[in-house]
């Protein structure tokens, strides 16, 4: 709808400058200027980069491993989700939430507003309010914009600036993003997503998940009783060797967690909502 | 709908019974608040059965004696067995791309993915709107909670 709206603009825009043009001899320069401040005035520049990026980070993630297919449990997680990234400063994002169809135990976040979740970490859990944690966790990363800081900074200006000048291609018709531009991003993502991100940005999403979790009404402690499986968990069987190598220890990381303890414990009591999960995942596991 | 909304009202999470070991010295509390009464000083390594928990702490026994931890000390793995073995991940720095047997997304596979643009782009089939999240946490008793003034 932005994007319709925002050709319509152009259009006008663009008649008006054409006239101009002809009358007054107007700089181009000077054109194609206005036209940047009047698409930023529309959807801003940053807003459509991020979705740009998001998109081939989720599409190389998605290039990995693909979403299971069971429509109930993928709507079921959406729901979930979204209900969570509402409670954040970005609800009006267009959240994404798939479940991926491997055995590894992992999440991702990709810039935008996409939350993926691995099959193997779903079958770990054992209620909603887990669900919302883990969630919550790959939520702060967007809302924090952790991932599109990190591929900012790593991918260097010029590339930015083709894609952003490729987002603005792609907003009044859906061209394709031209396949380097795609192959040098997605380069990026694989690097960022193989090494992981800072410590301090895992520990930050672990409390604004938690924090998200709680504000949509689940269990404040959601997050931890994951942090406190995953832990449990013997990592040489291999299904965790990538979390381990992005993300601190699972136990260090709920150390940090409980660190928040008093301000997770005003929420008081509240739901796990472990039948309704429980009701998904059965309907999941013999369909 | 009502069935979800009994998940609000209870008190302690029954968990099934597990055994865990108390990774830093702590005490066992005769309720789940800090400032609960004292029973007894856990020594590390120290091996509880888990009964519940509420909040940010577990019912424990330990040598028959009932109480209540904070949930981060305790962990499942023995005691000294783990920690040594993957000390910040290092360890499996080199054998991500082991996972013989298992359908896995390690390292391996991420750097051979071909990026699935049209994958991601399907994505949205199954996204909600927010009139949807907000019926589906309505059906289970959820609400979105008033910020405490700790966590604002």
Same mark, same amino acid.
């Given at each position: 709808?932005?994007?319709?709206?925002?050709?319509?603009?152009? +259009?006008?825009?663009?008649?008006?400058?054409?006239?101009?043009?002809?009358?007054?001899?107007?700089?181009?320069?000077?054109?194609?200027?206005?036209?940047?401040?009047?698409?930023?005035?529309?959807?801003?520049?940053?807003? %459509?980069?991020?979705?740009?990026?998001?998109?081939?980070?989720?599409?190389?993630?998605?290039?990995?491993?693909?979403?299971?297919?069971?429509?109930?449990?993928?709507?079921?997680?959406?729901?979930?989700?979204?209900?969570?990234?509402?409670?954040?400063?970005?609800?009006? /994002?267009?959240?994404?939430?798939?479940?991926?169809?491997?055995?590894?135990?992992?999440?991702?976040?990709?810039?935008?507003?996409?939350?993926?979740?691995?099959?193997?970490?779903?079958?770990?859990?054992?209620?909603?309010?887990?669900?919302?944690?883990? /969630?919550?966790?790959?939520?702060?990363?967007?809302?924090?914009?952790?991932?599109?800081?990190?591929?900012?900074?790593?991918?260097?200006?010029?590339?930015?600036?083709? /894609?952003?000048?490729?987002?603005?291609?792609?907003?009044?018709?859906?061209?394709?993003?031209?396949?380097?531009?795609?192959?040098?991003?997605?380069?990026?993502?694989?690097?960022?997503?193989?090494?992981?991100?800072?410590?301090?940005?895992?520990?930050?999403?672990?409390?604004?998940?938690?924090? /998200?979790?709680?504000?949509?009404?689940?269990?404040?402690?959601?997050?931890?009783?994951?942090?406190?499986?995953?832990?449990?968990?013997?990592?040489?069987?291999? +299904?965790?060797?990538?979390?381990?190598?992005?993300?601190?220890?699972?136990?260090?990381?709920?150390?940090?967690?409980?660190?928040?303890?008093?301000?997770?414990?005003?929420?008081?009591? %509240?739901a796990?909502v472990?039948?309704?999960?429980?009701?998904?995942?059965?309907?999941?596991?013999?369909? | 709908m009502k069935r979800w909304l009994i998940a609000l009202l209870c008190?302690?999470?029954?968990?099934?019974?597990?055994?865990?070991?108390?990774?830093?010295? #702590?005490?066992?509390?005769?309720?789940?608040?800090?400032?609960?009464?004292?029973?007894?000083?856990?020594?590390?390594?120290?091996?509880?059965?888990?009964?519940?928990?509420?909040?940010?702490?577990?019912?424990?026994?330990?040598?028959?004696?009932?109480?209540?931890?904070?949930?981060?000390?305790?962990?499942?793995?023995?005691?000294?067995?783990?920690?040594?073995?993957?000390?910040?991940?290092?360890?499996?720095?080199?054998? #991500?791309?082991?996972? #013989?047997?298992?359908?896995?997304?390690?390292?391996?596979?991420?750097?051979?993915?071909?990026?699935?643009?049209?994958?991601?782009?399907?994505?949205?089939?199954?996204?909600? #709107?927010?009139?949807?999240?907000?019926?589906?946490?309505?059906d289970a008793g959820l609400?979105?909670?008033?910020?405490?003034?700790?966590?604002?």
């Amino acid at each position: 709808m932005a994007a319709k709206r925002l050709a319509l603009w152009a +259009a006008a825009f663009g008649a008006v400058v054409v006239c101009g043009a002809q009358a007054f001899d107007l700089d181009l320069n000077r054109a194609l200027g206005e036209l940047k401040n009047l698409k930023t005035a529309v959807i801003g520049p940053d807003l %459509q980069e991020e979705e740009e990026i998001g998109r081939v980070a989720a599409a190389t993630l998605l290039g990995a491993a693909h979403p299971v297919s069971d429509p109930a449990l993928e709507a079921y997680v959406n729901k979930v989700g979204l209900w969570v990234a509402l409670q954040s400063e970005r609800p009006d /994002l267009p959240w994404r939430f798939a479940v991926l169809d491997t055995d590894s135990i992992n999440a991702f976040a990709a810039p935008g507003g996409y939350v993926l979740i691995t099959r193997g970490l779903l079958m770990h859990l054992h209620s909603e309010a887990e669900l919302a944690g883990a /969630l919550g966790h790959e939520i702060a990363h967007v809302v924090l914009k952790h991932h599109l800081h990190a591929l900012r900074r790593e991918a260097g200006t010029q590339l930015m600036a083709d /894609l952003s000048s490729e987002a603005v291609a792609r907003s009044s018709a859906r061209a394709h993003l031209d396949r380097q531009l795609i192959g040098a991003l997605s380069g990026q993502v694989k690097t960022l997503y193989s090494r992981g991100l800072d410590k301090s940005d895992e520990y930050a999403a672990d409390q604004l998940g938690a924090q /998200l979790a709680a504000r949509a009404g689940y269990d404040p402690y959601g997050l931890a009783a994951v942090l406190q499986t995953l832990d449990g968990i013997d990592p040489s069987a291999g +299904a965790l060797a990538l979390l381990y190598r992005t993300h601190p220890r699972p136990a260090d990381r709920l150390a940090a967690l409980m660190k928040i303890s008093d301000r997770l414990d005003a929420y008081g009591a %509240q739901a796990t909502v472990s039948e309704r999960f429980d009701a998904q995942l059965a309907a999941f596991k013999k369909p | 709908m009502k069935r979800w909304l009994i998940a609000l009202l209870c008190g302690p999470l029954p968990v099934a019974a597990q055994t865990a070991y108390v990774n830093t010295a #702590t005490q066992l509390r005769a309720s789940p608040n800090a400032d609960a009464e004292v029973l007894r000083a856990l020594e590390p390594g120290a091996a509880v059965e888990i009964r519940a928990r509420q909040g940010g702490w577990e019912q424990v026994t330990v040598s028959g004696q009932n109480g209540w931890v904070r949930m981060s000390v305790l962990q499942s793995r023995t005691p000294g067995s783990a920690p040594g073995v993957f000390e910040g991940g290092r360890q499996f720095a080199t054998q #991500t791309v082991a996972t #013989t047997g298992v359908r896995g997304l390690g390292e391996g596979d991420l750097q051979n993915a071909v990026p699935d643009l049209a994958a991601a782009d399907g994505l949205a089939t199954y996204a909600a #709107t927010a009139e949807q999240a907000r019926a589906f946490a309505g059906d289970a008793g959820l609400h979105a909670a008033a910020i405490p003034k700790e966590d604002r």
